[in-house]
């Protein structure tokens, strides 16, 4: 027989009342005065505030009452441990930048302690502005996992692949074995997943080409590599191999919807439209585009043309930020100066490209990206009621034209509180500072 008395609130772990929640699906959605209710780590329910109060009994309450909640932002392309190399090579061109100081100073350091200290330094910075997630493309995958958990932040770890040897691997074979072994490893570690992540065209033999696109189908995985980032690229591709990057990857069977083009700078028409054909995704990192002089990505045209653009800081040595609410300012501005419209690239748009369109190219959109209903509950709030920001018209113009991350207040990776009241929870600050420190004087004094 039914109860003769109505049932009680619902127990949850967390309720959020925020003065604005923008969820990004469904499009260009702006809510006043909702709740999300969480339980274990994930969405149950974005209602009305006052609905929320009777429906739920939380065991934790947050009242934001002048933020703005979103999802957590998706760092699509980053070497997360050359943060240890912030500001080692600055105001050089991309080749000279990195086989005069770059890689060199990376045979010197790179080794498995560099990696896990230099991500999680990494991890706790874009955890600050606001980033829950990370595509990461770098040695040592095992030790950025190990930071990555540390800190209780979403990564997807490349397999990176070289054809010349470095400490890690001896060539593209050793790369790939060592590569899928840590993916074996991590398999039940719920916050790692994997990209195949061959570096660039210039770097990558097409055998190898050719068993990474087996692999890609074979374990569905996404394919992350730089291509088409400088005219000397291509020019090189052109002597070399007699066609351009993008139509040799089209030869050896890595367009498809698993590749995810990183900077794609330097693109003919007939290229967006081998992009979109192929639905293919591009990795946008607009800051290090400028500071390596690299160029001014067509983005308005790949939008157009439907091609999926989500947002990436490249590493801190070429940015030298992971600062992902500046590449969506960055972003939105570089469109309109690139296609001299105005209208290109508006907010929410940019909000979603650093969200939802990041989670899609690495085949995370069911699991994150958007605040619905059964997903998981990765998410930031950003304060908007700082009289230096005065007056906000529109919260989400505000986000993307306005604020920095200094206004990220709280964030929540799965369920679980990173940053409260903008400081780093279950956090050492003076054990990473001190870690960081030590690094600075072994790469000055060896360099």
């Not at 590569?179 to 990209?195: E, K, M």
């Not at 993307?400 to 600050?429: C, F, M, N």
Request: net charge negative; charged share 20%; hydrophobic share 45%.
């Amino acid at each position: 027989m039914p109860s003769e008395f109505p049932a009680g609130p619902q127990a949850i772990d967390q309720l959020i009342d925020a003065r604005w929640i923008v969820p990004v699906e469904p499009e260009n959605l702006l809510l006043e005065h909702h709740s999300l209710a969480i339980h274990q780590g994930r969405i149950v329910a974005l209602l009305p505030s006052a609905e929320a109060h009777q429906r739920y009994a939380p065991r934790e309450h947050f009242a934001l009452n002048d933020h703005l909640l979103l999802p957590g932002l998706v760092n699509l392309h980053t070497h997360a441990a050359m943060t240890l190399l912030r500001g080692f090579a600055d105001d050089m061109p991309l080749m000279r930048w990195l086989t005069e100081r770059i890689w060199p100073a990376e045979q010197r350091h790179v080794a498995p302690e560099f990696v896990r200290d230099g991500t999680l330094l990494a991890c706790w910075e874009m955890l600050r502005g606001g980033v829950t997630c990370f595509n990461d493309m770098y040695f040592f995958p095992q030790a950025a996992a190990k930071a990555a958990l540390e800190a209780g932040m979403r990564a997807a770890l490349g397999i990176t692949v070289f054809e010349f040897p470095s400490a890690y691997g001896s060539d593209a074979e050793d790369y790939l074995a060592k590569g899928l072994a840590t993916r074996d490893a991590l398999a039940d570690a719920p916050l790692i997943s994997f990209c195949l992540a061959p570096h660039a065209p210039y770097t990558v033999a097409d055998k190898t080409f050719e068993r990474v696109a087996v692999l890609a189908d074979q374990l569905d995985l996404p394919v992350h590599i730089h291509v088409h980032e400088t005219e000397e690229e291509i020019a090189g591709s052109l002597k070399e191999h007699g066609v351009r990057p993008l139509q040799r990857l089209k030869h050896l069977g890595l367009l498809g919807p698993q590749l995810i083009a990183v900077h794609a700078v330097h693109l003919l028409d007939a290229e967006i439209d081998l992009l979109a054909e192929h639905g293919s995704h591009v990795a946008h990192c607009p800051t290090s585009n400028m500071k390596l002089a690299s160029g001014l990505a067509p983005v308005g045209a790949l939008l157009t043309k439907g091609v999926g653009v989500g947002l990436g800081t490249d590493g801190a040595a070429s940015n030298n930020r992971l600062d992902v609410l500046q590449e969506m300012r960055h972003a939105a501005l570089l469109a309109k100066l690139g296609s001299r419209d105005a209208a290109c690239l508006p907010a929410h748009q940019a909000l979603r490209m650093s969200t939802l369109d990041g989670a899609r190219a690495l085949g995370l959109s069911s699991e994150i990206g958007s605040l619905v209903p059964g997903k998981a509950a990765d998410l930031c709030a950003l304060r908007l009621d700082g009289w230096e920001i005065q007056p906000c018209f529109d919260p989400v113009s505000h986000l993307v034209y306005v604020a920095g991350r200094e206004q990220i207040s709280h964030v929540w990776v799965a369920g679980k509180l990173r940053i409260k009241d903008t400081r780093p929870v279950d956090l050492d600050t003076a054990a990473l500072l001190a870690k960081a420190q030590i690094w600075n004087s072994a790469i000055i004094y060896k360099h």
